[in-house]
């Protein structure tokens, strides 16, 4: 006998759209069966009180026999052994039809009975199950509607707890009433069939008892047969039995889980940062007005490079947004918890949904895991022969990017002549470095947490307004302007002048101004937001390094966006690990409080060349400024470094031939 279908208890917890849609599927065929059972139950009392119209009664018998293999079950497959039992039940019956005159009483017992039973007992428990699923998904559904309105306010977290109290009694009662729902409607597949064979095996005996009359010649004929029938009604118990046990002893290791299963944003399990597919609840914001928007609760998974959505009921999924070189990241929204926003920048969306999406998990893990794999998918990773190993990759790559690297002095112990000048490429720590190595700091002595990093740099308006004033002067990259350019030499700025072609990366307020550990964790920091943030593009600028400031110059424009005296840069350093990142901190003062505490930003760039040759001729340049206090330290100076034919200090290869003609692309993919 061909296994039944069964729903699976082990997703009774998850309750999928999948489930749903089989669970659906099951209802369909009770439904179909309560109709036909009914149909059946009725001829058989037909045939019990109609002793005089015996023969019309047994007629009608056969014909509804037949019916069931009309009835289209949606699970009928395997039932092909009581189709075809039935039509011999249907053909024995009309060559009986003339024998069945008496004896209503063994019918009743035999006949009428089981069905009856089958009836009020199976088919009355499955529909009072399914009421009881129902109520017990809808106060499931209420109780998570009221915990995804929870505030992050701490003072509410008596609030938070007696809501998870409710959403952890209200899913164990759902899981419970959906076990007990899913395990009837399994046993319902078995009971059908013996419900519908043993009445009429019950039917026969009956009337081999009672007509003995022509026995000898029916027996021949049916024994075999009726043989062969009880030992399928037992078999089919059988398996009834074993399935029956399973399912219990399967209920009870469902149930022994502990009560965290039930609680959301309980999870012990770690963010796993490496997944390419993802499915799951989430809560999707949509606008029911002009000012007024509705939260839906709705089952999202991921298919190659896009979002899908799946209501509940329905067979398969629709496309939400294209998730190709999409950007996601957390957001705040609504007082809400574990918020995020994707943006497609293709606009291929479905024509219901916007080309951006704000959606929140149930909880920080399953927040995590979403920003992370919609992340690996918009970067593709999925057409890759071997997307798993990919993930991982990255993954490893992006946790090397952004540790901490120990103090960039270390590079520099034991040199074989320390005293010396570096030569160019070389980087210099700044003058105002201790000797003897720290204990090392902690990343909270250094930037305090939270601390908000900017990923591009604005032209200040008064810079913009002065310039302007100034009819429009351009900073000319090997020199200053016109007008200067044309004084007699005695600017600060005419020793030395060097252009670097610098990418911004990011600055960020930090706590501590004279320690090189305070740029490398504003590096690390400022390489995680962007990779967390999905940020990749920055924008290309020329970094002029003078004696008296360092000046970031718009390559098109030529117009200085920002600028700092050289004495305020208090540290500089760069990457130990790659070369081409470096940094330096400069101090302010508060606003309106020139006696007030100084305060710290460091900036984070990625360079053409290596980072040390920027840190080189920022130090050269510190001691130029130094050495013109005394002008015999700087002519000494001037003695000891090789200069241009105008006097200048002749340092690097100028990479002034992109400066002048602004030839490189302005945004450039970084690699940092």
């Known amino acids: 006998m061909p296994a039944a279908h069964k729903l699976l208890l082990e997703e009774a917890l998850q309750d999928s759209p999948q489930t749903r849609s089989l669970l659906s599927v099951f209802e369909e065929d009770a439904g179909t069966l309560t109709d036909y059972t009914n149909q059946l139950l009725q001829s058989m009392q037909r045939v019990f009180g109609a002793q005089n119209e015996m023969g019309l009664a047994t007629e009608q018998l056969s014909k509804q026999l037949l019916e069931y293999e009309k009835q289209n079950f949606a699970l009928g497959k395997g039932d092909e052994e009581v189709i075809s039992t039935l039509q011999h039940f249907a053909k024995v019956v009309d060559e009986l039809n003339a024998l069945h005159t008496e004896l209503a009483t063994q019918m009743a017992e035999r006949m009428v009975f089981p069905m009856v039973q089958f009836r009020e007992k199976d088919l009355t428990e499955i529909s009072t199950l399914k009421e009881i699923f129902g109520i017990a998904s809808d106060e499931h559904e209420a109780a998570m509607v009221k915990y995804s309105r929870l505030p992050k306010k701490k003072e509410n977290e008596k609030v938070k707890a007696e809501v998870v109290s409710e959403v952890a009694y209200a899913r164990r009662k759902q899981h419970q009433a959906s076990m007990q729902y899913y395990c009837a409607l399994n046993a319902l597949q078995y009971r059908k069939r013996v419900a519908m064979l043993e009445p ?181 990773i999925y057409l890759t022969d071997n997307p798993e190993a990919v993930a991982i990759r990255l993954n490893q790559t992006a946790i090397q990017a952004v540790t901490p690297i120990t103090s960039f002095e270390k590079k520099h112990e034991g040199s074989p002549n320390p005293e010396s000048r570096a030569k160019p490429g070389s980087a210099r720590p700044s003058s105002d470095a201790s000797q003897q190595q720290p204990k090392a700091p902690e990343p909270e002595d250094l930037i305090a947490p939270g601390t908000p990093i900017q990923f591009d740099i604005m032209l200040p308006a008064s810079e913009f307004l002065d310039q302007n004033r100034a009819g429009g002067r351009r900073t000319n990259p090997f020199g200053e302007t016109e007008e200067e350019c044309s004084a007699d030499g005695e600017s600060d700025d005419s020793l030395l002048q060097q252009v670097f072609v610098v ?170």
């Open 200 to 380: 009429m095996l019950g039917y026969m005996h009956a009337q081999m008892n009672f007509f003995r009359k022509g026995m000898d010649l029916v027996s021949k004929k049916m024994d075999s047969f009726l043989a062969s029938v009880s030992n399928m009604t037992q078999s089919i118990q059988a398996q009834l039995d074993t399935e029956a046990e399973s399912m219990r002893l399967s209920q009870r290791e469902l149930l022994s889980v502990e009560d965290t299963v039930y609680m959301p944003d309980r999870d012990r399990d770690p963010v796993n940062r490496t997944l390419i597919q993802k499915a799951g609840y989430l809560n999707i914001r949509n606008k029911t007005g002009l000012v007024t928007t509705a939260w839906d609760r709705l089952y999202f998974f991921t298919q190659g490079g896009n979002l899908m959505c799946q209501p509940r009921g329905a067979v398969a999924g629709g496309m939400v947004l294209d998730l190709d070189n999409s950007s996601v990241m957390a957001v705040e929204c609504e007082d809400r918890r574990y918020c995020f926003q994707i943006t497609s920048p293709t606009g291929k969306t479905s024509r219901l949904m916007n080309r951006s999406l704000i959606l929140q998990a149930e909880s920080k893990k399953e927040y995590e895991e979403w920003i992370c794999t919609l992340n690996n998918i918009s970067r593709q």
């Open 503 to 672: 990418r911004f990366l990011g600055s960020m307020a930090v706590r501590s101004g004279h320690r090189p550990e305070v740029i490398y964790e504003a590096m690390r920091q400022v390489l995680a937001a962007r990779a967390i943030h999905n940020i990749f593009r920055t924008t290309e600028s020329h970094l002029m390094v003078t004696s008296s400031s360092l000046r970031l110059i718009d390559p098109q424009t030529q117009v200085t966006r920002i600028s700092f005296q050289l004495q305020d840069v208090t540290q500089f350093a760069a990457h130990q690990e790659n070369g081409r990142l470096v940094g330096f901190v400069v101090e302010g003062r508060d606003w309106g409080e020139e006696q007030g505490e100084p305060t710290y930003s460091a900036f984070v760039f990625e360079s053409n060349t290596e980072g040390e040759k920027i840190c080189y001729t920022i130090s050269l340049g510190k001691e130029i400024t130094e050495a013109k206090k005394d002008p015999e330290a700087l002519a000494q100076l001037m003695k000891s470094m090789p200069l241009t034919t105008d006097g200048k200090f002749l340092l690097l290869e100028s990479e002034g031939g992109n400066a002048e003609n602004g030839s490189m692309p302005e945004d450039l993919e970084s690699e940092a």
